[in-house]
């Protein structure tokens, strides 16, 4: 699997909007960009994956870069319930094994 | 969507005796899941899949003898603790993806073990 990398750490204010980076510039074609997020003491929770164009859901936006090689997960208006460790994961979805990096963890303040 | 229960969702026992974790796909079935173990602090790291109605493949470190896998059916794989010890206190998660599509992988809600 392709490696990632994320900033150890960010804060956002609550309300705002939660831009979370990632890099994976050793993405191969046919792997896709997920994000997965832990609350304390719980299983991660799936927000969003893409292959190359941007997605949007309910809980966030994923925009990915032309080249593929990073990509931010945006969180339009963060509230407390955000707070957690963030994870950028690449993967080809095929049932193959998903691989956890260090992830964001992101801290909403008042 | 897509729901997996895990089950105890927390558990206490001694040194040296046996303990089962559930994993069960409610609405979907799964001929792979995923054991995950975590330390405080610390990322998931992946143990073992589970492939129903096989041996399941355990990662590089990973003792398969007191970390017993059990796939019997499409819908259940449990995490057998064998002789634990404190040093197998940890959380334990497991997760399974639905269907052929690619979607996002379903985690259970973890299990906290603490061996004294």
């Known amino acids: 699997d392709a490696k990632t990398t994320q900033p150890p750490s960010m804060d956002c204010a609550e309300g705002r909007a939660a831009n979370l980076p990632c890099n994976h510039s050793t993405i191969s074609g046919n792997e896709y960009v997920y994000w997965y997020r832990q609350i304390h003491s719980q299983g991660p929770q799936y927000i969003i994956h893409g292959l190359k164009n941007n997605e949007t859901n309910e809980m966030a936006s994923l925009i990915i870069t032309e080249d593929r090689k990073s990509s931010t997960l945006i969180l339009p208006h963060a509230t407390l319930r955000d707070t957690a460790v963030y994870y950028c994961i690449v993967d080809t979805g095929t049932a193959s094994k998903l691989t956890f990096g260090t992830g964001t963890r992101l801290q909403v303040t008042l | 969507g897509a729901v997996v229960s895990q089950h105890p969702s927390w558990v206490i026992c001694k040194s040296g005796t046996s303990v089962k974790i559930e994993c069960r796909s409610l609405d979907f079935q799964a001929t792979t899941m995923f054991w995950y173990r975590q330390f405080p602090k610390q990322s998931l790291m992946l143990m073992a899949t589970s492939n129903e109605g096989s041996k399941a493949t355990y990662e590089q470190g990973v003792e398969k003898d007191k970390f017993l896998i059990n796939h019997a059916s499409l819908t259940l794989s449990t995490l057998t603790v064998t002789s634990a010890h404190p040093e197998d206190s940890s959380f334990y998660i497991c997760?399974?993806?639905?269907?052929?599509?690619?979607?996002?992988?379903?985690f259970g809600s973890g299990t906290r073990l603490t061996v004294v």
């Open positions: 997760s399974a993806r639905e269907g052929t599509l690619r979607g996002g992988y379903t």
